[in-house]
């Protein structure tokens, strides 16, 4: 494992390696829809196909249906037409790295991802995840990256310059 991965992990432990029984955020806020619906394909291809049963609500015809028989469907949720959704992506990686399950959800202006914390990650995949974080954040112009907590929260100012100082050293370093 590199230099740079274990400072970044090092860095931002405690925000992996402990489950304390909730499942915190990190939002993409200042998203564009069309932005949105570039960074859910991104997801969607590193990912394990959608199944039947992740579905959203479709107000046009008043019916809940699966999300990957939708066209666009990450520009719809931030457009506000479907319901935002939340959907668990399994089998994701990122240059090899399995990235632990991630929910995303799709609101207008704002992409959530949340985690469950936990001994499964490690300087691998902490630096794989904030990779793929800096590639989703890298597909839009305006685009902040914030922790949160499980209810959406940002953290407080010291956690967020922590956060953002981590994260910007270690995506300039790989």
Known sequence: MSGPAITL?????????YDEGGLPELLLEGVSPSEAQLMFELLLRLADPLRDDQT??????D????????????????QDRV????????????????IPDLGV????????VDYRAGAHWDAATTA???????????RSEKARLLPAD????PLAGEDQRRFREAVENYCRAA
């Not at 959800?105 to 959530?112: D, K, Q, S």
Request: glycine share 8%; hydrophobic share 40%.
């Open 128 to 138: 794989a995840f904030v990779e793929l974080l800096c590639d989703l954040r890298d």
């Open 9 to 17: 992990y090092e860095s931002l432990r405690d925000l992996f390696a």
């Open 83 to 98: 319901g935002p959704f939340h959907v668990v992506l399994t089998g994701l990686r990122r240059n090899g790295v399995a």
């Open 63 to 78: 019916q809940d249906v699966p999300i990957r028989d939708l066209d666009k469907p990450g520009q719809l949720a931030a």
């Open 150 to 153: 499980e209810a959406g929260e």
């Open 56 to 61: 959203v609500w479709r107000q046009s015809d």
């Open 105 to 112: 959800r799709i609101e207008p202006a704002r992409i959530c």
